[in-house]
């Protein structure tokens, strides 16, 4: 397992933007090669996927966004500096959450990016706030 800790989070406008930064700490694995995610938390919900990004196999990686988000916000990496991003445009009251960075070191298969058990790394956990 790997550290991940998150930063950026805070309280936004409706219409506002935020850039939320997850850095990683090394590990057994190559970073370019792991499957990372984003995850929220509504008080009262459950954990859902946000974005994922995941090595194709080549020289790029496969985003996968929520429906919910999809338009709005950006899921990119940097591998020489071991940190994930997740730009967020437009935000919306709806998108009010904790949001977590996860990891997962190695490719996972499609259809288990979107799943909370899949990853075995979490991050602490940010606040994001939409609110006039």
């Known amino acids: 397992q790997v550290e991940l800790v998150e930063s950026g989070g805070g309280l936004v406008q409706p219409g506002g933007s935020l850039r939320l930064s997850c850095a990683v700490s090394e590990g057994t694995s190559s970073f370019s090669m792991y499957t990372l995610a984003w995850f929220r938390q509504a008080p009262g919900k459950e954990r859902e996927s946000v974005a994922a990004q995941r090595w194709n196999g080549g020289a790029a990686y496969n985003a996968y966004y929520a429906d919910s988000v999809k338009g709005r916000f950006t899921i990119s990496r940097d591998n020489a500096k071991n940190t994930i991003y997740l730009q967020m445009n437009d935000l919306k009251p709806e998108d009010t959450a904790v949001y977590f960075c996860?990891?997962?070191?190695?490719?996972?298969?499609?259809?288990?990016?979107?799943?909370?058990?899949?990853?075995?790394?979490w991050g602490q956990g940010t606040q994001v706030t939409v609110s006039s």
């Open positions: 996860a990891a997962h070191p190695g490719r996972l298969i499609t259809s288990a990016v979107r799943s909370p058990s899949s990853y075995g790394s």
